[in-house]
């Protein structure tokens, strides 16, 4: 027994033996243009083959398909933060960022973790320390004990890691003299800035006493605010150096809605797109779901891990958003520029307990290479940042250069 927990500890260890920034992963093509869409809370069961995602199911098997694709662990912010930095860097919850608090120390510097029930702002992620492990199964945060939660495959684990840098790839990218953009739908006019959620009117900041006052028989509040963006979904906006935007080229001005002159349609129309495109749809189109919303929009009433007790109408919703997005990036002019590609990704699964996985669909569409391939090697959130960061030939980050993250190289390979 002593020999087997010991052989765990090794192999935790040897996946996060290497971070930091590293060598720029190798064997991936040259990428011109990424888009990458990030869906929220299904399983790869629960997407793929649902009837009332008939766009999804066809888009994987023709564009390539990962079929053995994990989240890393929960909640959504965490899974956000690994697809772009490489850690959760001590964070393992949904609360916003303390927006420009300078003053008080990241959570990789200070070793600490925010959980759920914390329910504290999140210091801007800036320097060198340490995250918060990852255990193969959760007990402690979206649970309370057995059978618990899955993280990855509910076997593979990260221990802590005390070499983690407190930077995403939008820091990379800038750099080296590359560019980037998150298009958050529902983001309102006045920007990201501040902004922890909006229906793309009202937000956190609102103030309804005017409101209020012009019809004393309604009542106003934050609270009925339908949360269609939400901040947990913008991971640049947690990064120091995106928040403060001491370089422009990497600021909350790189945040733009789906609408207007600016915004994802806009930059599409005119060929005008960033080399790395990071796409959020609202949290009815991500297929998230939310309660205060309409039926259309309600949150799925059981999580089990299966196509039972999922809302097929949140399901129709998300399914018709990616095929708008998708068929919009498809129309531009970038997609024939150079090598492109469209990722398209769920965050986690949907919460559902122990023996349910954390696997999601992960769908690869370039304008070069293979189509129709589908791929059973494991790969996970560190893995798509592996590959990009190869495709942009930029250094690896974090847990990105663990020896046991795989680079996507046959999904985003060349005949």
Known sequence: MKKLVLAALLAGLSTSAFAQEGPVPKDV?????????M??????????NNPAAPFTTQYASSANLATNYFAVAHPSLTNYLEVNGGSNFGILDDNPPD????????????????????GTPICPVSGNGTDAATPAIDYSNETTGPPGVNNIDGVKFYLADSSILGMSIADQLVAAGKTWKSYQESLPLGGADLINYSDGNFTNLTDFTLFNTLDPTASFSLGNIVQLYAVKHNPFAYFLSTETGTNPENSLAQVAPFDGAGGLYADLGSGKVPNYSFIAPNQCNDQHGRSNGTAFCASDPNDNGTQTGLN???????????ERIVNAIHASPAWKQGHAAIVTIWDEDDYSVAPTVNQVAAIVDTNYGFHNLQSNVYYNHFSLLKTLEGGFKLPCLNHACDAGTAAMTDLFGEP
């Open 29 to 37: 093509p040259p990428l011109n243009h990424v888009w990458v869409i």
């Open 39 to 48: 869906m929220e809370n299904h399983g790869y069961s629960q997407v793929l």
């Open 99 to 118: 927006w420009h608090n300078t003053g008080c120390s990241p959570n990789i510097v200070a070793v600490v973790t925010s959980f759920e029930s914390t």
């Open 312 to 322: 097929p109408a949140l399901m129709a919703l998300g399914d018709q958003a990616l």
